[in-house]
């Protein structure tokens, strides 16, 4: 198929046993199954227009400390740096420094593999995959069948154009025009705003921006500058637990793949609000999330998380410029479920 004229939702091609709009199978090319998702949009020519971006000699780091979280997450562990001196450890006769690390690459700014969360009803993930332990164990990225984030690295990594919807800065503002003070003028990451369609639309009709198919979609909360220096009103609020972030529901499911991104990010825990909502329009748990089982298993679009965007933020309105080349290398090791983005947002 060419991967220029991939269906939209409603006429994606029906796959046994899966809700339509399940994508498996689309990118599959000479009989064998794909494992890279959406990235198969960062064409040459894509890539190409995307780096036109760079333009202006300006790097800006993405990458929130590995040590930055404040709020406790149950199940994934603080970096532990060891640091190992030559002399001391007596391992090398010389003067000189090693370091090791530990750590769970969800703990901050990361990538989603398309293995990390799977389509809930069926257990399976990107591409009707099912993980297993030994999978992701193999020894070689040649030899891992999983869709983990290794296989980047045989096509080049991420480079796309990223488009920043600064929804904190658009909240802000248009609060202040409307004459609001105070704390009634900010916008709070742990309220647990909804972001739908309608406002990214807004956001990017305001800040000049049209999406283009290849584009990674960015989102800013301020969710990392809150989690990072957490004051008391900070943990008062999650006595009553939710996250800003784009609105689970079906309309952002078809809209994210009507627009063909090759990826999603953000700074928020988990790209989409905290917590869901079920059908009935009451509290959700984890099983109930939306976007992860859809953009993760059934589109194979990764999703990064906690990702630092006040300096990219800051740039964007000070050149009023909110598209960029983006790059993103993860870490390089076979069954790779999560990593670090390595990203870069280039003008």
């Known amino acids: 198929m060419d991967f220029d004229q991939i269906p939209d939702f409603d ?71 060891k640091i190992i001196n030559f002399k001391e450890e007596g391992s090398v006769d010389g003067s000189g420094w090693d370091d090791e690390l530990h750590f769970n690459t969800q703990a901050s700014s990361q990538w989603d593999s398309l293995v990390h969360w799977q389509h809930q009803e069926t ?26 984030l290794d296989h980047w690295h045989g096509v080049g990594g991420l480079a796309a154009r990223g488009v920043l919807i600064d929804f904190k800065a658009w909240y802000e503002g248009k609060a202040a025009a409307d004459g609001k003070t105070g704390l009634d003028a900010v916008f709070h990451p742990l309220n647990g705003h909804r972001i739908t369609v309608q406002e990214i639309e807004t956001v990017a009709k305001y800040q000049g921006v049209e999406f283009r198919r290849g ?5 800013r909360t301020g969710a990392t500058e809150i989690l990072e220096s957490m004051q008391p009103a900070d943990f008062a609020k999650l006595q009553n637990f939710g996250m800003a972030g784009m609105h689970g529901v079906m309309e952002s499911v078809k809209w994210l793949w009507n627009q063909h991104f090759a990826a999603v990010a953000g700074d928020a825990i988990a790209f989409e609000a905290l917590w869901p909502l079920k ?18 298993s059934m589109f194979g679009m990764s999703i990064g998380e906690l990702w630092d965007l006040r300096a990219l933020s800051e740039h964007c309105k000070k050149s009023k410029r909110y598209s960029f080349l983006l790059t993103s290398a993860p870490l390089n090791i076979p069954g790779l479920v999560g990593s670090p983005p390595n990203a870069l947002a280039i003008f």
């Open 11 to 81: 006429s994606l091609p029906t796959v046994d046993g899966m809700p339509q709009g399940c994508a498996w199978g689309v990118f599959d090319r000479n009989g064998k199954k794909d494992l890279l998702g959406t990235l198969n949009l960062l064409t040459q020519p894509v890539v190409a227009t995307a780096c036109a971006e760079a333009r202006d000699g300006v790097s800006i780091s993405l990458n929130w400390p590995l040590n930055a979280m404040r709020l406790p997450t149950p199940g994934r562990i603080r970096p532990a740096h």
């Open 123 to 148: 257990e399976l993930a990107y591409n009707g995959i099912e993980v297993t332990r030994e999978g992701l164990s193999a020894s070689s990225t040649t030899d891992n069948t999983m869709p983990t």
């Open 215 to 219: 584009d990674v979609l960015i989102i």
């Open 279 to 296: 059908e009935d329009g009451s509290a959700g748990a984890a099983k109930d999330l939306v976007l992860h089982p859809w953009l993760l």
